[in-house]
Nanobody
Framework: QVRLVEFGGGLVQAGGSLRLSCAAS????????MAWFRQAPGKEREFVAS????????YYTDSVKGRFTISRDNAKNTVSLQMNSLKPEDTAIYYC???????????????????WGQGTQVTVSS
């Protein structure tokens, strides 16, 4: 059983930056593809970014490309999301997710992920 705990959410003005981190425990972290999703009030959970087990590729939804960067540290069992040039439309609860996979591709569907964190709120004021 893998446990995921997110850190780093908060309130920031538009144009500012936040760094989210997700600490994993209870499993072989380097065997998991990791992703960040977000869910705004009244909307479905949407894919933000993912990174495969080896960290050699990164994938992003179009709306965050060039602003967000996903990274992982397999030695520390952590995955991070650096968010720059934040916009009010980035306001959401952000979730870390893990999927046991040897693929280096991306999967943007929440249903394929095996484990989820509890979420951390990100609020961007205009």
């Amino acid at each position: 059983q893998v446990r995921l705990v997110e850190f780093g959410g908060g309130l920031v003005q538009a144009g500012g930056s936040l760094r989210l981190s997700c600490a994993a425990s209870g499993g072989a972290f380097s065997s998991y593809s990791m992703a960040w999703f977000r869910q705004a009030p009244g909307k479905e959970r949407e894919f933000v970014a993912s990174i495969p087990w080896n960290g050699k590729f990164t994938y992003y939804t179009d709306s965050v490309k060039g602003r967000f960067t996903i990274s992982r540290d397999n030695a520390k069992n952590t995955v991070s999301l650096q968010m720059n040039s934040l916009k009010p439309e980035d306001t959401a609860i952000y979730y870390c997710a893990a999927r046991l996979s040897s693929s280096t591709g991306s999967n943007r569907f929440p249903s394929v992920y095996d484990y989820w964190g509890q979420g951390t709120q990100v609020t961007v004021s205009s």
